[in-house]
């Protein structure tokens, strides 16, 4: 069982730039893969980027390739999301994921999320 806590969000200007935090309990923290979703009003939740339980791989939305970076930090079971150039479409909540399968997943099968943190962009 792991459960998944976000902080980090909040308003900032178009061009501006956060980075998000997802605090994991539990242990074995570099057997789970990580993943960061959001979810704008109105509007299905998506995929944002991806990162291996190592840390070794990742794998990115193309909307967000060259902008956003995912990391991960094993000793302090966290993964962070640093997003720069942010611009209006990238407000919504942004929820961190976590399983222990292999590999890289974009889908929204992952079986532990977090409540999510809220990330506003203004024009």
């Known amino acids: 069982q792991v459960q998944l806590v976000e902080s980090g969000g909040g308003l900032v200007q178009a061009g501006g730039s956060l980075r998000l935090s997802c605090a994991a309990s539990?242990?074995?923290?570099?057997?789970?893969?990580m993943g960061w979703f959001r979810q704008a009003p109105g509007k299905e939740r998506e995929f944002v980027t991806a990162i291996s339980g190592s840390g070794g791989s990742t794998y990115y939305d193309e909307s967000v390739k060259g902008r956003f970076t995912i990391s991960r930090d094993n000793a302090k079971n966290t993964v962070y999301l640093q997003m720069n150039s942010l611009k209006p479409e990238d407000t919504g909540v942004y929820y961190c994921?976590?399983?222990?399968?292999?590999?890289?997943?974009?889908?929204?099968?992952?079986?532990?999320w977090g409540q999510g943190t809220q990330v506003t962009v203004s024009s």
């Open positions: 994921a976590a399983d222990r399968r292999p590999g890289l997943s974009y889908r929204l099968g992952y079986d532990y």
């Open positions: 539990g242990r074995s923290f570099s057997n789970y893969r």
